[in-house]
């Protein structure tokens, strides 16, 4: 599940690792640290390692995971439970797809938190994006009702979507 990741990941984001100062920006000489070149060193760290870079990225990835938790919670509630005003229950390839992304979803935020347990910042950044296309194709699936209207439900997926898009540029 796509909270489940999420909270590993917290977890990872709050853990202390001896000997490594997320907030030091001095070199041991004294002079500053050259952001570029951080940058290119971590691309290189070593497992569990946490550098400025990965940490941010690790913080944006948390909130995309928890967006689309939320994200697939709601379509679960409001277009899926069979008691909803706003299920779908006609057009079973739009169901099909629902799932399908819905389980995908799963185990892209897996993907996307082992990245940073073996500390790749550019699969972390890959995997951010890949999370978000599929969290944003699935908020388009969910944001219109049984007979492909809008409803009172609409709204809410829209703005996830836009929420969605407007973290991923964040990544960018």
């Not at 909270?7 to 202390?16: P, Q, R």
């Not at 490594?20 to 390692?49: A, C, M, V, Y």
């Not at 099909?96 to 892209?108: F, P, T, V």
């Not at 550019?122 to 951010?128: G, T, Y």
Request: hydrophobic share 35%; glycine share 6%.
């Amino acid at each position: 599940m796509v909270s489940d990741a999420a909270e590993e990941l917290k977890e990872w984001i709050s853990e202390e690792r001896p000997g490594h100062n997320l907030t030091q920006s001095i070199s041991e000489n004294g002079e500053e640290k050259d952001p570029d070149q951080e940058f290119w060193d971590s691309l290189g760290s070593s497992p569990n390692e946490m550098t400025p870079e990965l940490l941010n990225m690790a913080k944006i990835a948390l909130k995309q995971m928890k967006l689309v938790s939320i994200l697939c919670a709601a379509g679960k509630k409001r277009r899926l439970v069979i008691n909803s005003e706003g299920r779908i229950t006609s057009d079973v390839q739009r169901l099909d797809r629902i799932a399908d992304l819905g389980k995908d979803l799963s185990g892209l935020a897996d993907d996307l938190g082992m990245a940073f347990y073996d500390a790749q910042l550019q699969e972390a950044m890959d995997a951010h994006n890949t999370l978000t296309t599929v969290g944003v194709k699935l908020a388009q699936l969910l944001s219109l009702d049984d007979s492909n209207q809008e409803d009172r439900f609409t709204v809410w997926f829209e703005k996830c979507e836009k929420a969605l898009i407007e973290q991923q540029s964040q990544n960018d």
